[in-house]
């Protein structure tokens, strides 16, 4: 449907709230009177868009089973931020592929037991965060798809379809190196396509944070990523989705926030790890404290790296 004219319609105290007591019960997304502006404007536009005359009316569609669950989607893009590109938070992923992974694979060894390290990309917006974990695995000499499992997940069905297509702008590349860029991406028609063999190493799925039925039909987790996600929810939510990482990872497991995120607050079931390259959150394996052999584990781990990979 053409828009128009701007609906020239105001929300109501009572058609604020009720929109975002729905968004946040069903999205986790906070939304406060700071971004009352932007909420009314948005939503203004769906409520046109949709020709339901009214913020209530809108509200009553967003509730229906049917309908509704395809226009809360739609609504959920034009209100989340997708910001993301390549190589973000770089220290970070190298802690995951030069010491993170090696270490897990070494005490999976240890234990006697194989199968590739899981990791799981939380709100992966367009996929640049998993894409980028593959490309860093292969720098450092891992084969992404033998070695790995990736799974990359997002609330909104626009991001996840960029994701598959695998097609970029010049603005996901502010942080690769020309050396990485022609490596892993092939450009054509001023497009830049990501590599067939980096998009066979990622699965994307479509996934509410929020929805633990779904996520509990994901297996465990060695590694999950949740970078520049739960900065817009509020604590509730952040506490409940912190929860759900802590299910889902394996013993051992990591958990790496972004870097202006933290759990002070949200919970204590995490342990803070001092690796070489970053600061990351880890799940205790049982009866495990700071002096336990999995801190030379590590050690280990990252020493052989340094060794196999010889002089930089
Ligand atoms: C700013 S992007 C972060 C992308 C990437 N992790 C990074 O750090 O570059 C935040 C993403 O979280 C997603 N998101 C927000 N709420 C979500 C929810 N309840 N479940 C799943 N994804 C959600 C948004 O759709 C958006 O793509």
């Not at 105290?13 to 997304?29: A, H």
């Not at 406060?32 to 569609?61: C, I, M, P, T, W």
């Not at 396509?193 to 060695?222: P, Q, W």
């Amino acid at each position: 449907m053409a828009l128009g004219k701007p609906l020239d319609i105001t929300m109501t105290d009572m058609e604020f709230r009720m929109i975002c007591e729905l968004l946040k019960s069903r999205c986790g997304l906070h939304f406060d009177e700071d971004s009352r502006f932007l909420v009314e404007k948005r939503v203004a536009r769906r409520v046109q868009e949709n020709d339901v005359g009214s913020f209530g009316s809108y509200h009553f569609l967003l509730r229906d089973r049917g309908r509704g669950e395809e226009e809360l989607a739609t609504l959920i893009d034009t209100l989340t931020t997708n910001e993301t590109y390549f190589f973000r938070e770089l220290g970070q992923l190298t802690a995951l592929v030069e010491e993170i992974i090696p270490e897990v694979i070494l005490r999976r060894r240890a234990l006697g037991s194989s199968g590739p390290v899981t990791i799981w990309s939380a709100g992966c917006s367009s996929g640049e965060e998993p894409y980028s974990i593959a490309a860093l695995a292969m720098e450092a000499g891992l084969n992404p798809a033998k070695d790995l499992r990736i799974y990359a997940s997002d609330i909104s069905r626009t991001v996840l379809t960029r994701s598959r297509r695998g097609i970029y702008r010049e603005s996901s590349f502010r942080e690769t190196t020309p050396a990485l860029r022609s490596k892993y991406f092939i450009e054509k028609d001023g497009q830049h396509k990501v590599s067939d063999e980096l998009r066979r190493c990622v699965d994307f799925i479509h996934l509410n944070l929020m929805d633990r039925d779904k996520i509990a039909l994901l297996g465990t987790m060695d590694v999950v990523l949740c970078r520049n996600v739960i900065i817009y929810f509020d604590m509730e939510t952040k506490k409940r989705v912190i929860e759900t990482f802590h299910e889902k990872l394996k013993p051992g497991g990591y958990l790496l926030l972004g870097h202006s995120e933290s759990l002070i607050n949200i919970s204590s079931a995490f342990e803070l790890q001092h690796l070489k390259n970053d600061l990351v959150y880890r799940r205790p394996a049982p009866g495990e404290s700071l002096s336990d052999p999995w801190h030379e584990l590590a050690s280990a781990a990252v020493a052989q790296v340094e060794d196999d990979r010889g002089p930089r």
